[in-house]
């Protein structure tokens, strides 16, 4: 209503009140709001910068004419808490990427999480309190020389040809080429473990506080470890192998989402409640809202569930429903379109595109088409490999192929894309017939690199 009285119906329901760059160069990896209005921010590097709620309430308060001035006056107003650790404090801020923050208001703290440690602050002072490893140990090591990591992985597959080496040939280009998938698998072990001192399958990936004041967090190995509120080490419990990826708690009830795509529900001392088969795929994230918990899954995916289950009545209607799954369910058969085609870096015309699928897929439901050497070389390697340490994936090449495949297929009219995906010079989509879009869910599409050091694509 307030949206339609200020500009009519077509008015945003949500306008952009204050915006200001936080950070130049890294990406905000996590945030949360304290106890005193301040707004937190946890980056790539392990920088965490703090803006007073004084300085944001003060820009909200002007006018929209002033919304540069508003910008500036907030984005020059940070504190970087990093200052706030001086070579005389007992404990050592890490300096690995900060993945997770939470605010702790009923005991007026920050959590700040790296893959391996945790760091407690207090929200009034800023002071940094305590450092602790995932085995409840407090840290007191020196405080480490930020290194941002888009400069490391450059700097570690980087080559430098010498005059000599441009006369070499063929030979010479292919010893180039090994050094730089050498260097480049290399670069991306040191990413993915850089400022860690255990092994890889021992790190944190959630946190989240329960009812009772409790810190839980869980490990990629699968386990979880409750924290009281002054960073003090509990227990620890495991019930899966799989990876955690997420907590949620409400009440006394707390819901772990599992890498495997299990849901599990337990109470507040840990105790397991029960369980479900949730998503055919890492469950990423999880919240709550009316009487159910929605589970969000890495293909995309979201799915609602009674915040009352599992009950007693759960096993009773499985049951029925798979009993009658015959009244409820149509079988229909369709056709399936499936390409490869060995590009060689090349970039086709939209008459041969045209004539490859478009004038096939009228009578097909779903169009599958698998690209190689979308491009080549050892740095599109050694890049692809870098990228996929940190998550990322596709280039410039793949997306180009990807939309003019979409235009062949008239996509967003006939069909709709469901899925992709690339691992350097391999690339995989998928297309769906726009009346069976609706009925395609739980897409889920994954890369395994085999080659080098199991970290680069096999393709050379």
């Not at 918990?293 to 995916?301: C, K």
């Not at 490869?340 to 169009?367: C, F, I, M, R, Y």
Request: glycine share 10%; with cysteine; charged share 20%.
């Amino acid at each position: 209503p307030a949206a339609a009285a200020d500009g009519g119906e077509n008015a945003p329901m949500f306008k952009e009140a204050l915006s200001w760059q936080a950070h130049s160069r890294t990406p905000v990896l996590s945030m949360v709001v304290t106890s005193y209005g301040e707004i937190w921010s946890g980056t790539e590097g392990g920088v965490i910068k703090a803006w007073p709620w004084d300085v944001i309430a003060k820009s909200l308060s002007l006018t929209p004419e002033e919304k540069y001035m508003a910008s500036c006056l907030v984005e020059n107003a940070y504190i970087d808490l990093r200052n706030y650790v001086t070579v005389g404090t007992m404990f050592s801020l890490p300096t690995t990427d900060v993945k997770h923050m939470l605010a702790d208001h009923c005991r007026a703290k920050v959590w700040s999480l790296t893959s391996m440690t945790f760091a407690l602050w207090d929200a009034r002072t800023r002071e940094l309190l305590k450092v602790f490893g995932m085995d409840g140990q407090v840290e007191s090591a020196r405080l480490e020389p930020l290194v941002m990591p888009e400069q490391f992985i450059e700097e570690e597959i980087k080559v430098k040809p010498t005059k000599k080496e441009k006369n070499q040939g063929s030979v010479t280009f292919l010893k180039k080429s090994w050094n730089a998938l050498i260097g480049a698998g290399g670069a991306v072990r040191r990413v993915a473990t850089k400022g860690t001192f255990v092994e890889d399958n021992r790190r944190t990936e959630t946190v989240a506080q329960a009812m009772d004041g409790a810190i839980w967090s869980g490990c990629t190995d699968g386990s979880i470890i409750m924290w009281d509120g002054n960073g003090n080490w509990l227990k620890e419990f495991s019930y899966h192998n799989s990876s955690v990826q997420c907590i949620k708690a409400l009440g006394g009830k707390v819901w772990v989402g599992y890498a495997s795509g299990t849901v599990q529900v337990m109470d507040v001392e840990g105790n397991p409640l029960g369980g479900w088969t949730g998503h055919s795929c890492p469950v990423i994230q999880m919240a709550i809202g009316g009487s159910y918990i929605f589970t969000l899954a890495h293909h995309g995916g979201i799915r609602g569930w009674p915040l009352t289950s599992p009950g007693p009545l759960d096993d009773i209607l499985r049951t029925e429903l798979a009993k009658r799954e015959l009244s409820y369910t149509r079988v229909e058969n369709i056709k399936m379109l499936v390409g490869t085609w060995n590009v060689a870096q090349e970039k086709a015309s939209p008459e041969s595109l045209w004539s490859w699928l478009g004038t096939a897929s009228s009578d097909v439901g779903l169009v599958v088409v698998g690209l190689q050497e979308v491009e080549m070389g050892a740095g599109v390697l050694a890049m692809a490999a870098a990228k996929e340490s940190v998550g990322l994936e596709g280039s410039a090449n793949g997306q180009w192929w990807i939309d003019n495949i979409g235009k062949a297929l008239d996509e967003g009219i006939s069909f709709h894309r469901v899925g992709s995906r690339q691992l350097a010079g391999l690339l995989i989509a998928a297309w769906a017939r726009t009346d069976l879009k609706p009925h395609i869910g739980d897409v889920d599409a994954a890369a395994v690199p085999c080659g080098f050091g199991r970290a680069i694509g096999n393709k050379v």
